[in-house]
Every structure is written in C-alpha cells, then in structure tokens.
C-alpha cells in the first residue's frame, strides 16, 4: 500500500486551517476476516454486493463520499488527549445503509465512525433520530448500547457528511459464533434478548414516531410535528420528543417525494397511521405516477395511476376493522430493535453474556402490530408463528408471556399476518411497482372477512369476479417464475433477489443469462417468447 503525503483545508465552525495529513494504510474487511488492502477511492464505494439488474443504480444509491482527512480529524479529537495521528482505517463489512469505518489511533484507541449512504433515510433525521434514541436506550433503560463520542446530522460540516464517531463495541458479533454455540449457550442468548426486550417495553409513548432530541428538532426550518416524552419523574419539559419517521420506505421516491406535503409522525394511534400512509401514496401518484405496463396482468393496457388510487381507497375502507382499536383513544407504543440480526448483538465469547446491540438506525416507538415478530435468528422457516417448531423459539415465547403480555399476544395471534399484512405493504407500493401483493394481502382480508370479523358486519369492499380472475392470472404468471427462481437458488446457481457477492457477479451474469435463454425458449412461439422474456426479472 503506499502512503500519500498531502496538504488540505480543514473547515471547522469558527475558522479554516491547513494541516498536513500521512493517508493512513487504508484496509478493507471481508467476510472470513480476512483483510485486504485498498485504495482511497474504495472507501467511498459500495463493495460488498452487485445486482443482476438495476446494478448502477442500487451501487449509486450506496455511494458515500467524504473528506477522509476531516474525518480522521475528528477521531483523533475524541480518542483521547494523547492521540495525535490515525494509524490505520479499516473499512468494516458493509450493511445496506451506512459506511462504517474503524480508525485505529497511534494512543492504542479505536473510533468507529459510520456514515450514512444515500438511501438510508432523510438527511438530518436519520442521523438526528438515531443519535438520541441511543442516548435514550442508555440514559433511561441502561440498554447496552456503544458510546457516541461526536457526530453531526449536517452534511455541510467539516467531513462533508453526515457522521457519528462512537466506541468500538466490545465482544465479538454473534453471527461468528452462533453455528458452534451449543444449545445451553443459545438458550442463554435468548433469554438476555427477552430481557433487552422487556426493558425496552417497560417506557410506552402516547405517539408513534422516532425519538429525537427536542432542541434538533425545534430549530427545523421546516418546522416539524414532535410530541414530548415526559422524564422518569413526570416532566413534560424532557430532552426528548418523538418525531417523524425516518425509514426511507416514508421518505424516498426517485421524483423527489420529501417535497410533498406528507404525513410522516408522530402519529397519535394507530388508525391515523394506516390512513396517513395510504393518503401519502394517493398524493404521490396523483403527482407523479405514469402508466407502466405489467406483463403479468396485460400484454396491451398498462397500469393506471387511477387502478392504485382505487386500491388504496379500498385499503382506507378496510382500516378500522385491520387495526381493531378505537380511533380516539391514544395507543401505548414500544420501541423494539428494528433489524435484530446476528452481527448486530455482539456478546463475550467465553461468558456468551450480550455485551453490546448496535445498528438502532429507523427504531421507532411504535404499535406492537407494526414491529419485527421475531429476532432473525428464531424467525419461523414456515407459515404461521411457528409456535413449538424450534425449541428457542418456545423459550422465547413462553418467557416473553410473563414478561410483555401485549407482544406475545400479538405473536401467537392466528390472524395476526392476515390483518397486518395489508398496512405493511402500503408505503411505497407504488414505487416498488408491487401492486399486485398488496392487492394479493387485502383479497386474503375480503376471503377470510367471517373469521376475522366476529360482529357480523359486513365486508365494506369486495373485488369483481373479473378482478379475482385477473389476479389469478397474475399470480400464476408469477408462481410459474419463482418456481424457477427458486429452484437455480436452491442449488447455488442463481442469487436470491438478484443480489451477488461482488467477485461472484461476473459469473453470475453469465448463469443468469444462460437460465434466461433457457426460460425464454420455453415459450411455444414467438408471441410467448417476448412475454416470458419480459417476466423474467433479471435483464
């Protein structure tokens, strides 16, 4: 690796100076720990995986450049009083939304610094929500949480990105371990993360939204909706006040969606959620929406902006009987970790104790029915809650029911996916170009109404035969395909949604267009040709 002397402006808020700066040896991580070196240009690209069709677009949308020189700055300002140079920058295995670097310092000390790509969420939220829900977690629920040291949700700052700088989290993540560990250790596991949960669950919010601090929030120019959380002792006048949502699926559109007046949180229950998020698609289509065709549905007529509108007007129909509660009561929300995989506990190697849970970007206090049913590793591989299919799985439920009642209803509820599905699917549908599985979740709703429904009352929509024949159609199109799919994934030979470990892509790219040939030659003529070639998802 060669070092490269240079000299550059380093802006802070009160003045400019230049400071002459050795580039480090810049490493990247890979997934069998191993590491390899790497170029400065490499830091800022997204390395990890490629995709089988819109690859410039999703590496673009993972894209993340910075002033590394500014950047190592700031570590070496919060690594301690006798730390004067970085010694080493090694860039860590890469998530979908955030860069996150280890700086490793020349006083012993590491700095992680993570920087959110461009499809994580809104700027300034994202960074802003994330920082103070951490705060919360540690200050309030002594959740164990890696320390923040400096960070800025103002991307015209000295780095030229948003940043957080933290400590390094102690312990190794799971997902190096959990393969080997034998059931007592796993067990163990699973208790301590049904304990993270119920500290979690024991602070309920009148709102759901994101937490923030009250003082980023009230100087917004554009003059955000937040609602304060009162103290352990009562005050209303907290640090802390709940907010917009951040998750990029309320905030990202290719149009540029974050100018139009829509409704992301808090929200004040659960009814005015659901509605929110069906009205926030109604107005983005009618804006921006244009026909698109759908081969599945029709070789001749696209989909209409108006087919989604009528979609989601039914969807608004259906609301007060998914969300079975009153409108005009305030819900109690819960913040639970938003993505518990793996690698995001990291635990004691020889106590197996939790020693950390980082990556709490979009967590939210939100209604029990919106959170992840189960961490990753004791999610069902079938239909339904799985209850008593996986041995940790019962140990999670039977000592989650005496710990947070409302949650292990909500998990061993038999209607539950049925009756939530529909809300889940609403933001950004139309952007996914999914109609179809969010009209496949309300069908299922309109199929099952007398089970689901124990009033008598009668189903407020329906769908014309002709409707139910077309989706039929559909859904046999699409079964026919992921058949396919999914029996070249089963034996390695495609990737599952299209995504590649970055030195497999060449390959990949052959195999896929080899299989896709194959697929198109199924067709009996050339009329059958072009449509399969059309439904095939990787081109």
Same mark, same amino acid.
């Given at each position: ?241 709940? $907010?917009?949502?951040?998750? =990029? ?5 290719? +149009?540029?969606?974050?100018? *139009? &007046? @829509?409704? /992301? ?120 809650? $799985?209850?008593?299919?996986? =041995? ?5 439920? +039977?000592?989650?029911?005496? *710990? &947070? @009642?409302? /949650? ?132």
């Amino acid at each position: 690796m060669l070092w490269k002397l240079f000299r550059t402006p380093v802006f802070t808020g009160k003045s400019q100076f230049t400071r002459t700066y050795t580039t480090p040896p810049l490493w990247r991580a890979l997934e069998h720990g191993e590491e390899v070196p790497i170029e400065e240009a490499e830091l800022y690209q997204y390395q990890r995986y490629r995709w089988l069709t819109k690859d410039a677009k999703q590496l673009a949308a993972r894209y993340r450049k910075y002033r590394l020189p500014a950047l190592i700055d700031a570590a070496i300002g919060v690594a301690g009083s006798d730390a004067s140079n970085c010694t080493k920058v090694l860039k860590c295995i890469e998530g979908q939304y955030n860069k996150s670097l280890i700086l490793s310092m020349d006083n012993g000390q590491e700095v992680v610094a993570r920087l959110p790509n461009p499809n994580a969420g809104p700027k300034f939220y994202t960074t802003a929500s994330e920082v103070a829900t951490r705060q919360f977690l540690r200050d309030r629920l002594a959740i164990p949480v890696p320390r923040i040291y400096a960070w800025s949700a103002d991307e015209a700052n000295a780095v030229g990105a948003e940043y957080i700088l933290e400590e390094k989290a102690s312990g190794q993540p799971l997902g190096l371990l959990w393969s080997d560990l034998p059931f007592s250790a796993r067990s163990h596991i699973v208790d301590q993360v049904v304990d993270i949960e119920q500290r979690l669950s024991s602070v309920t919010f009148p709102r759901h939204g994101c937490i923030y601090f009250q003082s980023d929030l009230g100087s917004r120019p554009e003059h955000p909706s937040f609602h304060r959380i009162q103290s352990p002792d009562g005050d209303s006048q907290s640090a802390f006040v709940l $907010g917009p949502l951040t998750h =990029p699926r309320y905030w990202h559109r290719p +149009t540029g969606q974050a100018r *139009l &007046n @829509l409704q /992301r949180g808090p929200f004040k229950n659960m009814t005015e959620y659901a509605r929110a998020i069906a009205k926030n698609e109604i107005q983005w289509t009618q804006t921006h929406a244009q026909p698109r065709m759908n081969d599945r549905r029709s070789e001749e007529q696209p989909e209409t902006a108006d087919e989604y509108i009528a979609l989601l007007k039914r969807y608004i129909e259906l609301v007060p009987y998914l969300v079975r509660e009153p409108e005009d009561r305030e819900f109690p929300s819960q913040l639970l970790h938003p993505d518990l995989h793996l690698d995001n506990i990291f635990v004691d190697p020889a106590t197996k104790d939790i020693t950390a849970v980082i990556d709490w970007q979009h967590a939210a206090a939100s209604p029990v029915d919106l959170q992840p049913l189960f961490p990753q590793m004791l999610e069902p591989t079938t239909a339904g809650t $799985g209850e008593g299919d996986d =041995p940790l799985r019962q140990i999670y439920l +039977t000592k989650l029911k005496g *710990l &947070n @009642l409302r /949650r292990w209803e909500a998990l061993t509820e038999p209607y539950h996916k049925l009756l939530t599905d529909p809300t889940r699917l609403v933001p950004g549908c139309g952007e996914r170009n999914d109609l179809f599985s969010l009209r496949h979740a309300m069908i299922a709703v309109v199929a099952q109404w007398d089970d689901v429904c124990m009033s008598g009352i009668k189903c407020p929509i329906n769908f014309s035969q002709r409707e139910l024949e077309q989706h039929e159609e559909e859904m046999e199109l699409m079964e026919g395909v992921s058949l396919v799919l999914r029996q070249l994934q089963e034996q390695g030979l495609l990737p599952v949604g299209g995504m590649v470990p970055r030195e497999q892509y060449d390959d990949a790219q052959r195999l896929n267009q080899h299989f896709r040939n194959e697929f198109i030659a199924l067709g009996e003529d050339a009329k059958q040709r072009a449509m399969l070639a059309r439904l095939w998802p990787y081109s």
